[in-house]
């Protein structure tokens, strides 16, 4: 089974700041990677899939990269809205989670 | 508007059966795969297991193979996950998913609300 390891796993940001997301696949998954927004007591959301493609209707700050092993979630200019746990997710795998706290 | 409708929260006991909902609406039910996916309290998501309710093909996670059984009944656009004898560590959020699967991308786009599932003697 492919394992996916994100970094960090918890992480203290200021409005405003450039965040970047790390998920790493324990083998090669072509582009097959999907970002999630979860915020409590509320479902995820999905924000990018295969890769680097915006979902529609999410804010241009959130970006995806990547291919292969390694991806990233950048959000350009942290919003307070964007605190939440980040999770990344390839076919039946998720990530452990990241999350954004206010520093 | 695509929609996702779960049934009720629930409060069993040990060894009791249990079958929770998933109802679509606002798009062709049998032509998208249903995800269901746990979230045990303070922890993260675990992908489950899908169906698709087309022909009903299904596939586990090995973590939940025999487990739960995911079924679906078309004709009521209604997923379904049960257990047949519930443990207290089954107490979890359960959520549905629309997945979308094709060339190179493969995710869940629309979620259900949760159906939050108490298992306690």
């Known amino acids: 089974d492919i394992q996916l390891t994100q970094s960090p796993s918890f992480l203290s940001a200021s409005v405003g700041d450039r965040v970047t997301i790390t998920c790493r696949a324990s083998q090669g998954i072509s582009s097959y990677l999907a970002w999630y927004q979860q915020k409590p007591g509320k479902a995820p959301k999905l924000l990018i899939y295969?890769?680097?493609t915006l979902q529609s209707g999410v804010p241009s700050r959130f970006s995806g990269s990547g291919s292969g092993t390694e991806f990233t979630l950048t959000i350009s200019s942290l919003q307070p809205e964007d605190f939440a746990t980040y999770y990344c997710?390839?076919?039946?795998?998720f990530g452990g989670g990241t999350k954004v706290e206010i520093k | 508007e695509v929609q996702l409708v779960q049934s009720g929260a629930e409060v069993k006991k040990p060894g009791e059966s249990l079958k929770i909902s998933c109802k679509g609406s606002g798009y062709s039910f049998t032509s998208y795969w249903i995800g269901w996916v746990r979230q045990m309290p303070g922890k993260g998501l675990e992908w489950m297991g899908i169906i698709y309710p087309g022909d009903s093909d299904t596939r586990y996670s090995p973590s939940f193979q025999g487990q739960v059984t995911i079924s679906a009944d078309k004709s009521i656009s209604t997923a379904y996950l049960q257990w047949s004898s519930l443990k207290a560590s089954d107490t979890a959020m359960y959520y549905c998913?629309?997945?979308?699967?094709?060339?190179?991308?493969?995710?869940?786009?629309?979620w259900g609300q949760g159906t939050l599932v108490t298992v306690s003697s």
């Open positions: 997710q390839q076919l039946g795998t």
């Open positions: 998913a629309r997945r979308v699967a094709a060339q190179e991308v493969d995710y869940f786009d629309y």
């Open positions: 295969a890769a680097s």
